[in-house]
């Protein structure tokens, strides 16, 4: 008697999202209140939580974390009162973007979203 | 014969002789995990799990490393405008240090238009391919490996199996996120090393990104164009295996496992079925003709569960293709060990013996699991049944539940792949030949038996010297039979038809059907019979065929009491109801053992054959007819005491799964002791080498590596049938192991010891 089986698949979305939007583990002060703080530096600092996460050394992380965050964006009003940034450090052939959701306050109301990725492009 | 019971004594296998040899030959395992997404619209009617599926085997089968898996997540999901699909590297480490995980996106936005392929290894929607060749300083490498010309729904579309092809090559390596990627950017290419081929090369890196910069190699960045499906060059798999400190790299122009390319030979892994845990498939492996064989090493199987279980295989063979579950298997020619992998995932089982399938050669395969059950896929459409590479094909058989029993499952695809190396042999067929020679033959006796027609001794005298080795018989021409008188005063015999008659004082008889004796009671018989002469009870001269002297010719005997000579003379004595003359002349000197045999006329028409010879009294061993004629040319010997060799012969062939058996024949009734002898070594070595005393005609033929016994016998002549080897459990095909046995008496190792031949047993297969 067969029995009928069924391909285990891991439900893949947590992945899915880390695959593009991968959340930095940079501690912020989101919540803080305080000085309202400077976007290239919150960028710079989520490039190299991100890159401690997909496991660059020291090192490396902080040598080449600021070839990673290239140019702000032009900023784009939010619902928070604030301004959402992107800092776009994109070549050819690779994706490099955090994404700053600052709040009225001037400070991340999120955890900035960084996405890292070898693109395929026509 | 007499077949003794054996009173055992311990009897060791040589099993351990037949031991598996390990190997490892593991390469990329990459576990593949979907995570769903919408497809998009496109044409073709494939899926992405089929074409993803492809692309992982290619690699897996085209970078050659120690063991690595890499476990990639792909899906669906929007890119925008102007991306195909997106790699991300999710963790990395390892020595050396690669990455173990990551995630690939496909678009299906609608802003790519896709062709998916539901065959992707099958190119015939590209109407042309090209290879292209570059020397990058460390000589001429491949770096194109392209099929162009798309028709019908290929015409005018990205193709999703070139795209994930990329894809997984930036998982492999080439990845911007990839820690040794950017070690070895820093210069801006690729910088190949040995043991890696082309060594010296400079394989250009776009400034950009983790891209190749040659626009003809699959890794091209920016390089993604219609109509056209890209294979990994030699230039992508080296940038990859030089990144990823893989070893070496298997450049192939097609999809291993379907029909072109090579190792592994894989079938599908999108099982929809499985079996019991203990279950079995069953399938058919051959190989391809001009290939040159495959060795295989290891074996990915599908294994049902969600993993983690301690999985084992048993992998047994038949001759022939017909995977026959409920026929003879043997016992396992290999096995292996791993845990298991989830369903959908391979389980990589390194196998505890090769397995080799020559070119040509058709072999049936069953896989026992235990600790798990196998997950396979019914064979019905869409599932081929066949799948093979440049070397090896395999034909799709049937599972059971439990090993080789009950009704089997069909059509079953095992989902597998089998790495191998190119070449192999034809799986032996177990197979037993005769070596060598035990003790050589001695024989008290002579004989040559002939029926009458074909009578060749008239006008031959033959003069029998005796020694203490034995006589030494010359035969020169004579004129005929000398007239009586010469030694004695002959006595003319009144011979009975078929009847003896003692004549003179030195103890001699004369029988009527042509022989001499040294005493009574030889058979009167008619009929001569090798076999009754061996065991006549005196010792006689035989010119044995039926004679008439009862009213024919004469018969008369004369002696010589003081030299011991005697004669007796048949003179004229008609053959059986024949009017022929036989002339014959027995001379014996009852001194010295010495006689002479003469033959003048003999008739050709007798009725019963000729037995011409001599044999001591008593049981004799059977010497068997020899040519009395040769003893013109040259003196034939016999000796003081017989000499019994003992022959050994194999009971069938040493088949894994049974119990290999031999049977030693020829035991003399004086043996007591038995012993089988199982070496690794043939040898011809003198028994005398083993131990001085020993009879120098006697060998050995196999080395002394076990001893099998004593076992205790008596009561011969006779046989003994005893293990050579258990094979019960299984071992290695084609390993040689040689046979001989002895018997002793109660002086143990003398010159009583004898010795068999020797028995070549190459074990096997049916």
Known sequence: ?122 | MTNFSRIGLGLTSVIAALSFSQTADAQVTIVRNFAGGSAPTATGTGNLQTVFNAACDWWEAALVTSPYTLTLTYQWGSMGGGTLAAHSLVSQGGTPHRETAGSITFDNDGSTNWFIDSTPCDPSEYTTFTTNTTNYGGGLLIDENVWTGATGPAAGQFDLFRTALHEVGHALGLSSANTAFQAERTDNDVDVTSPRPFPGSSLPLSSTSAHMAVGSMLMCGGCATQNQRRYPSEGDLLANAQISQMSGINFLTACPGTGGGGSPLTTTFANNNGGAVGGAVYFALEGVAGGGGATITDIDLNCAGFGGLAGTIDVYMQNGCSFDHLGVWGGPIATGSATTAAAGSPTNFVLSSPIEIGEGCCVSIAIVAGGFGHAYTTGTSPFALTYATTHLELTAGSATNAPFAGSAFNPRVVNANFHYTVGGTCPPSATVETIGTGCVANFESVYEIMDTASFDLSGQEFTATNSASGYSIAATPTAGIIAPGAIGTPTTLVMPDDGQVPAGTLGIVVGSNGWIALGGGNSNGFVPSAGTMLNNPSTAIYAWTDLQPNNSGTVTYEENAATGRVRVTFDDVHGWNTTDDHDIQFDYNVNNGNWQLRFGAVGFANPEDWLVGYSPGGANSDPGSTDLTLAALFAIETQAADTIPLSLEAVGTPVLGAPFMLTTNGIEPTAIFHVGIVGLTQVSLPLSFVFTQADPTCFLNASLDLVMGPDIIFGGPGSHTWEGVDLTTGGAVGFDLYFTSATLDLTVLSNSTRTANGIKATTGIQ
């Open chain 1, 1 to 122: 008697m067969t029995s009928k089986l069924f391909s285990l698949r891991v439900v893949g979305s947590l992945v899915l999202v880390a695959s593009l939007a991968a959340v930095s583990a940079v501690a912020t002060t989101t919540q803080q209140s305080g000085a309202p703080q400077d976007a290239q530096a919150v960028a710079l600092e989520s490039w190299k939580a991100h890159l401690e996460t997909i496991g660059w050394p020291q090192d490396m992380r902080n040598r080449m974390a600021a070839d990673f965050v290239g140019k702000a964006s032009p900023s784009v009003a939010n619902e928070f009162g604030g301004v959402t940034i992107t800092f776009d450090g994109s070549t050819p052939g690779m994706l490099a973007k955090v994404s700053i959701v600052m709040g009225a306050n001037g400070r991340p109301v999120a955890k900035p979203v960084v996405q890292f990725a070898d693109i395929s492009e026509r």
